[in-house]
């Protein structure tokens, strides 16, 4: 009897078919065998401009950057220049008075004299 149950028993074997994963593994990335992959295939032209527009949008942002840098730059140069203009108004203006150009002219010794006559009209007859 015992060996009638081994004669009647089945052994079964399940065959496990490999699991087809639909991004792949690791082993599926090392040997390539994911790139030739249908899906991936097909959503090619999409990757591709996704990666397109991964470097636009990483350009534009070092491009900002550098507009950012400039336009700091330029803005504390414009407030030297300023600062050094309103300086040179102000003593041009200093020197420019009455009393500082008559200093001057005395300091180098030009030899002329300030005018204690009032102007006068001259008038042409015609």
């Known amino acids: ?29 090392l040997d390539g065998s994911l790139i030739a992959n249908d899906f991936i295939v097909k959503q090619l032209p999409y990757i591709v401009f996704l990666v397109a527009l991964a470097f636009i949008y990483i350009a534009n942002r070092y491009h900002a950057e550098k507009v950012v840098r400039t336009s700091i730059e330029l803005s504390k140069e414009i407030n030297e220049l300023r600062a050094e203009a309103i300086t040179t108004s102000s003593e041009l203006m200093f020197i420019s008075k009455q009393s500082e150009v008559a200093k001057l002219i005395e ?5 002329l004299k300030e005018s204690v006559e009032p102007p006068r009209k001259i008038v042409i007859e015609k």
């Not at 300091?107 to 030899?111: A, I, K, N, T």
């Open 107 to 111: 300091e180098r010794g030009l030899g």
């Open 1 to 29: 009897m015992i060996g009638d149950k081994k004669d009647n028993v089945e052994f079964i074997e399940e065959k496990q078919e490999p699991k087809v994963s639909r991004f792949g593994s690791i082993k599926d990335l």
